[in-house]
């Protein structure tokens, strides 16, 4: 069998592990096997490219290779198994970030070497957009949730200059698409064929990455910590569109396959999680974020009323059922086991409970999952908001 069949074929594996392992983390109890699963996919991916390519490759880029792969799994374990479950949306939002500069930078390199090919050009430019957005936003993510950047920051006119940054941002990408494919590439190609480009006009691609790398920062800055779960969710979606270029590029099925899948899982979740919050999607890509909206149709319903620790504690005793609806403070307070202990004691007198988890809860998508699951809270209780809310009449 050859190489490339081979290889293929590896690659076909992997993306089958990526579903398989998606669709088991679909539940807390198989969602662990699930991400082992598709991490054993990346590696065999990982490892049939470096050995089972047909390119002739210096032993020196072998040892680079290996050196950077050596380097991120050593830095990323170890940050990972020393992280908080408390930072975990801190983490999220780094990794996504570093993903999204892997996709621009793969765009930056292989730009100069593509020129005449309409749909490399294109490829190439989304790539690099939309790498370099979800890679400054991240990181302006990570510094917001982090507590470097405490208050949201507004410009004035803020969605005005946003929307002609992102407008000069898309039309100036078709226009180096266009000029640099085989229609407009004879304008600025240095060699006869036009698969290179000449140093000058490196200066747009690099242009173009800046001015992305801007807008990310525009487009995150102004928005508040409560809103990060559904920012996080829609740049992670950035990063799996970006990847998914970069595989049309190289016509990498693995890469394209898991792309795919990242994109449009991300796209869903933040589209729950708007309908969650009743903001629809173009609020969150034009920055209407941060301010002060009110619904005229939205109806009040019951009334506010305070209560002690004491007062909870006796209604709870005399209560049958009860629903615990946990947000940012459990993971500030770090009181996911405490919770989960006065649940076993409620439980213990015949109390009926349930966890209410709103998709917007905490500072990352699945935020109260991820807490209640390290305190050993079944599952089976965590309740999604939809399915919760016509149980509120029959709970004490």
């Not at 198989?30 to 002739?56: C, V």
């Not at 908080?84 to 780094?94: A, D, F």
């Not at 569109?241 to 899948?261: E, H, P, Q």
């Not at 019951?302 to 940012?328: E, R």
């Amino acid at each position: 069998m050859e190489k490339y069949a081979l290889l293929e074929i590896i690659y076909l594996i992997g993306s089958v592990t990526f579903i398989i392992g998606l669709k088991m983390m679909g539940n807390a109890r198989s969602a662990r096997n699930g991400n082992l699963i598709a991490a054993a996919g990346m590696i065999l991916a990982i490892l049939g490219t470096l050995f089972l390519h047909e390119n002739d490759v210096k032993i020196v880029v072998y040892a680079l290779i290996l050196s950077a792969i050596a380097l991120g799994t050593i830095v990323g374990w170890m940050t990972a198994k020393r992280v908080q479950m408390t930072k975990m949306p801190e983490l999220v939002s780094m990794f996504n970030g570093m993903g999204g500069a892997c996709a621009a930078l793969i765009g930056l390199m292989e730009y100069e070497h593509n020129a005449g090919s309409v749909g490399a050009m294109i490829a190439i430019v989304a790539g690099t957009v939309i790498g370099s957005i979800s890679f400054s936003g991240s990181i302006i993510a990570f510094l917001k949730l982090n507590g470097t950047m405490n208050k949201p920051i507004r410009l004035p006119s803020y969605n005005i200059i946003n929307t002609i940054v992102m407008i000069s941002v898309f039309a100036f990408a078709g226009w180096i698409a266009y000029a640099s494919s085989a229609e407009g590439g004879s304008l600025w190609a240095s060699s006869v064929n036009g698969a290179e480009l000449s140093q000058g006009s490196m200066l747009f691609i690099y242009l173009l990455f800046a001015v992305a790398i801007v807008y990310g920062i525009l487009f995150t800055i102004p928005i508040g910590g409560a809103d990060m779960p559904v920012v996080i969710s829609l740049l992670n979606s950035f990063t799996g569109v970006a990847a998914a270029f970069g595989g049309f590029l190289y016509d990498n099925k693995i890469m394209l396959t898991g792309g795919i899948l990242v994109g449009s899982a991300g796209t869903l979740l933040t589209l729950v999680m708007c309908k969650a919050m009743n903001r629809p999607l173009t609020n969150v890509i034009f920055g209407a974020f941060g301010g002060s909206t009110t619904s005229s149709t939205t109806e009040v319903k019951g009334a506010i009323k305070d209560a002690s620790a004491t007062d909870i504690a006796i209604l709870m005793n005399y209560s049958k059922k009860v629903v615990i609806v946990p947000g940012y403070g459990l993971a500030v307070a770090q009181a996911q086991h405490v919770i989960h202990e006065l649940e076993q004691l409620l439980e213990e007198r015949g109390v009926e409970v349930k966890y209410a988890i709103h998709p917007v809860a905490g500072r990352m998508p699945g935020h109260m999952n991820v807490l209640l699951a390290e305190s050993n809270v079944a599952y089976e209780k965590l309740v999604e908001m939809d399915d919760i809310n016509p149980e509120f009449d029959q709970t004490d």
